[in-house]
């Protein structure tokens, strides 16, 4: 068999792997930080005792070093104390611009100090390594200033100067010259160290990719691929191609569990591609339970029939071994087929993406009601704002541009309600990194003023007794004569189901409200009361929402309480998902969605003159499960960590390993890349900071985000190679050599994007005059209905719905075979990470260190099992599948979550999220709401 990767065992594999480790950003940070106060330190030390030793009269002068000392360990304290490094750089290179500057002036300029303020320079270079180019370029300018300044100034610091004597002045330049240039040298060698590294890295990176060329194509193709033959499409007149399927697949996986059937096919197809080798056939590929081979391709031979007819035969012999070492009777259909190849072109609409995994149920739960899936404010709205309800989100980790918005509004007065079951540090004070005052002081704006902690999927019993109490104080108003509570005019012009909703609510029982919200009455109450209070209300939530089985009904509830006092459509008012990075809302704007609407379907027939596929396709969730099934044997990632970032992790391996072809093209090398198929291929493409050079000039992207705003991005980073393409170069470069007579002109779309544009304008209306409407500052909006209370719904109005409390939920079901022993897990982020992408193993907000392996628990949880926090446990999934999902090894955290919760970052949780355990109607892994078992952790002897 060909050899995927060059690896002869498994070290050579953690080897390989060590290539890549690079420094976190907030370790190299610390590093250049930490090397920069060691040598001012011991500058200043020989400052102090070098000046002291000059009598009293220089006293003064050495006062200056010996601040720096003091300040600098002070600082260094309370780094350690409050974990905030922003700050600590921020002290830091303040000290290191100005002190050296201060040194100059007292001592007499530039003659009489030998030119101290050149160790002034380690601030931008400091700034440089630290905070990057960009934000390095303010205290460049200030070194410059400054050292203006000490130029026009000099006679005047010279004319006050004490005399300092030659041998000190010659000393002094000597140990500026030494000290400086030294701290320069250890400096710029360390980043030659990591340059090396990088090289190294490359090297094995070609060598790998020419391994993983020659597993996929033959040597002749190969090599062409290799010399950018990109377009390789060949007719043959004669070859022999034999197609075999397995007798009763179907009744064979009935018998047997998914991972058995797994191994079984590839110890079958395994054999066969040996078989393939040995005549020097060429295996086109595995689909499912069938094997296809081809003979005469890529290389002409005569007597290709002749060689596929001993691989048939030979076929059976395999299959007879393979049934008496396994106890299974298998048996194949063969047919063999000599001819001309013919090539075709299919396609589907399996466009598994990020919203799968995030916000699906709000692009299923809000169309209904408001005739749209996206939220219905603007910035603009949280300038007006007097009401903020947040829901099961934490923009301190996941949002934190949102974290100004918040802080104006707090500082404007408004009313914040974070419900959230996690209490975050992040939700109740924020720091603004570009308030000098707040990083000096370190002092912070409130966030919020009320903070709700419902126990994991209680919203929507907490949402139904806002509800309750807002119809029943309108119920006392409307009796008493006085003013209504709910808006009445905008319910009966706007909207319709609005007494099913009230027949609902009025009979859910206040009881059940309680036990299944986790939340007291009375702050059931308090927050009713600021709602009602409130004259424009936004309501925001994120994954602590989407991430249920009953997530639709959760949002939809949500939305139901906006309705009542009209909070959708007005100013300062409405619905706010917050769908965070990665332009998840613009993939589906402009079509990635597996289940594309007829209209859209139709535009693209009518606008690229073909046929698109009308199936629905696979979301995340389908497609892992249609891996494990062998029905889908190519897998291509369009950026992204897949392997890591989907719930059911084993089992997510197994399917991506039962593929005949993976293919990530990515900026970044990650986790997901060594979990493949059985051939793999990694294709770098440029980073969205990166220029991407094309035929007509630099090229832009345009992003919409939460707020459906439009703009365009442009690159401003020298690219790290000049050979790497742009993501739409790769797509359309693929396209192109696949699609041989496709009337698409690929190539030419991507010598100017700007022609994307106007196809995108000429498919979708609502981006009409694209290019020319990106050119304005800021971009555009894009057109939100239920912003102007149009409603695009059957009813052509918003729509109440109703819902019950759910009872029989899988915590329920769990608890029913457990009892008190099942918790409920969320799975959540720190905050030194980015999706996936780990940068350390701190999370200060939470107080973690070092750490990720942890599991946040309720004191009381601890106390009733008989635990402490510091101890080892695993975790064990309950689902009822018969499949075995652990995570082993996690220590306990006493936090200030509800009982019965536990919280756990992932992707270190994930194994325990079933496949099947997803949200209705959305299919969202329900990754906020998963039944786990506490055992204790014993180590291995």
């Keep these: 068999m060909k050899q995927l990767l060059p690896f002869s065992s498994i070290g050579d594999l953690r080897a390989s792997v060590d290539i890549f480790n690079e420094p976190s950003a907030d370790s190299l940070g610390r590093a250049v930080l930490s090397l920069l106060m060691f040598a001012e330190s011991l500058i200043c030390i020989f400052w102090i005792f070098t000046l002291s030793s000059l009598g009293e009269a220089y006293a003064f002068m050495a006062a200056v070093p010996y601040v720096y000392i003091i300040f600098s360990y002070v600082s260094l304290l309370v780094f350690y104390r409050l974990k905030q490094f922003d700050y600590i750089v921020f002290t830091q290179l303040v000290m290191l611009l100005v002190m050296p500057f201060f040194m100059q002036w007292l001592i007499g300029g530039f003659a009489a100090s030998s030119g101290v303020a050149i160790w002034a320079l380690l601030s931008p270079v400091g700034a440089l390594m630290i905070l990057g180019a960009r934000q390095s370029s303010p205290w460049f300018m200030l070194f410059m200033a400054l050292a203006i300044v000490s130029w026009l100034l000099n006679s005047v610091f010279a004319s006050n100067a004490l005399p300092i004597p030659t041998r000190l002045k010659d000393d002094f330049f000597v140990i500026n010259l030494l000290g400086f240039s030294t701290v320069m040298y250890v400096a710029m060698r360390y980043f030659q160290s990591q340059k090396?590294?990088?090289l190294e890295a490359l090297a094995f990176e070609k060598a790998r990719s020419e391994q993983l060329l020659l597993s996929i194509f033959p040597g002749s193709v190969a090599e062409r691929l290799k010399n950018n033959d990109l377009r390789i499409a060949d007719h043959y007149d004669s070859a022999t191609i034999m197609f075999a399927d397995m007798v009763d697949f179907t009744g064979l996986s009935a018998d047997m569990p998914p991972s058995a059937l797994v191994d079984l096919l590839n110890q079958v197809f395994s054999k066969f591609d040996e078989l393939a080798i040995k005549h020097k056939l060429e295996k086109i590929k595995t689909i499912g339970d069938s094997y296809m081979v081809v003979g005469g391709v890529p290389v002409s031979r005569h007597d290709h029939a002749t060689a596929i007819a001993n691989m048939a035969l030979e076929i059976q012999e395999v299959l007879n071994e393979v049934s008496t070492t396994t106890g299974k009777k298998l048996s194949m259909r063969i047919g063999i087929h000599s001819g001309p190849v013919v090539a075709g072109v299919i396609g589907t609409n399996n466009f598994p993406d990020c919203s799968n995994m995030c916000h699906e149920s709000t692009s299923v739960g809000l169309p209904e009601?408001?005739?749209?899936?996206?939220?219905?404010?603007?910035?603009e709205d949280f300038e007006h704002t007097d009401t903020l309800l947040l829901f099961g989100h934490n923009p301190a980790t996941n949002h934190p541009r949102m974290l100004g918005e918040l802080r104006e509004a707090s500082k404007r007065g408004a009313k914040i309600v974070s419900i959230n079951p996690l209490r975050e540090r992040g939700l109740e004070r924020f720091a603004d990194p570009q308030s000098i005052v707040?990083?000096?002081t370190m002092s912070g704006?409130?966030?919020?003023?009320?903070?709700?902690?419902p126990k994991l999927g209680g919203d929507l019993a907490l949402v139904k007794g806002i509800i309750k109490f807002v119809l029943e104080w309108d119920d006392a108003a409307k009796a008493a004569g006085a003013k209504r509570i709910l808006d009445v005019d905008f319910i009966e012009q706007h909207t319709v189901g609005i007494e099913q909703l009230v027949q609902d609510i009025h009979a859910e029982n206040w009881d059940v409200i309680v036990e299944e919200s986790g939340v007291s009455l009375a702050d059931i109450e308090s927050v009713a009361k600021i709602y009602v209070e409130g004259q424009r209300v936004i309501s925001t939530w994120g994954m602590g929402i989407t991430q249920h089985k009953h997530a639709v009904a959760t949002i939809q509830m949500i939305t139901n309480l906006m309705l009542l006092r009209g909070n959708i459509g007005k100013a300062g008012a409405g619905l706010c998902p917050m769908r965070?990075?990665?332009n998840v809302q613009g993939n589906r704007t402009v079509g990635i969605y597996e289940k594309p609407a007829q209209k859209f379907l139709d535009s693209i027939a009518a606008v690229y003159n073909f046929e698109p596929p009308r199936e629905e396709g696979h979301d995340v969730v389908a497609a892992i499960k249609a891996m494990l099934r062998g029905e889908i044997k190519v897998f291509v990632s369009l950026g992204g960590n897949f392997s890591i970032a989907t719930p059911d992790t084993d089992q997510t391996w197994i399917g991506l390993r039962n593929c005949d072809l993976t293919v990530q093209i990515t900026t970044k090398l990650n986790r997901s890349h060594l979990v493949h198929g059985k051939a793999a291929l990694i294709l770098p493409?440029?980073?969205?900071?990166e220029v991407d050079q094309q035929a007509t000039g630099p090229q832009g992207v345009t992003v919409e985000d939460s707020m459906?705003?439009?703009?365009?991005?442009?690159?401003m980073n020298k690219p790290a190679s000049p050979t790497i393409r742009s993501e739409p170069a790769i797509v359309s470069g693929i396209a192109h050599a696949t699609l041989k007579n496709s009337k698409t002109p690929w190539l030419w779309y991507i010598e100017d994007y700007a022609r994307i544009r106007d196809d995108i304008a000429r498919t979708l209306p609502d981006f009409a005059d694209y290019n020319a409407r990106i050119k304005v500052p800021?971009?555009?909006?894009?057109p939100v209905p239920s912003s102007e209370r149009v409603w695009i719904t059957e009813s052509g109005k918003a729509e109440f719905k109703v819902h019950g409390i759910p009872r029989d939920l899988p915590i329920h079901n769990a608890r029913k075979i457990h009892g008190d022993n099942v918790f409920q897990l969320m799975t959540t982020r720190s905050h030194d990470q980015y999706n996936t992408t780990i940068y350390g193993l701190n999370d200060r907000y939470r107080g973690i260190f070092g750490e990720r392996r942890v599991v946040f628990i309720n004191a009381e949880d601890l106390a009733a099992k008989g635990l402490k926090a510091g101890e080892f446990v695993n975790l064990v999934s309950t689902w009822d599948d018969g499949v075995t999902r652990r995570a082993d090894k996690f220590m306990l955290v006493e936090y200030d979550i509800p009982q019965g919760c536990l919280g756990g970052y992932y992707p270190e949780t994930n194994n325990l999220v079933p496949l099947e355990s997803v949200a209705d109607r959305s299919h969202t892994p329900t990754s906020k709401s998963v039944p786990v078992l506490i055992e204790k952790y014993h180590a291995s002897v």
């Design 369 to 379: 009601m408001v005739g749209i899936g996206k939220g219905s404010v603007s910035l």
């Design 778 to 782: 800021g971009g555009f909006r894009l």
């Design 445 to 453: 704006t409130k966030i919020s003023g009320t903070f709700i902690q």
């Design 580 to 582: 965070g990075h990665s």
């Design 196 to 198: 090396a590294k990088v």
């Design 708 to 715: 459906s705003m439009v703009h365009a991005s442009y690159g």
């Design 438 to 440: 707040e990083m000096v």
């Design 685 to 689: 493409c440029l980073g969205r900071t």
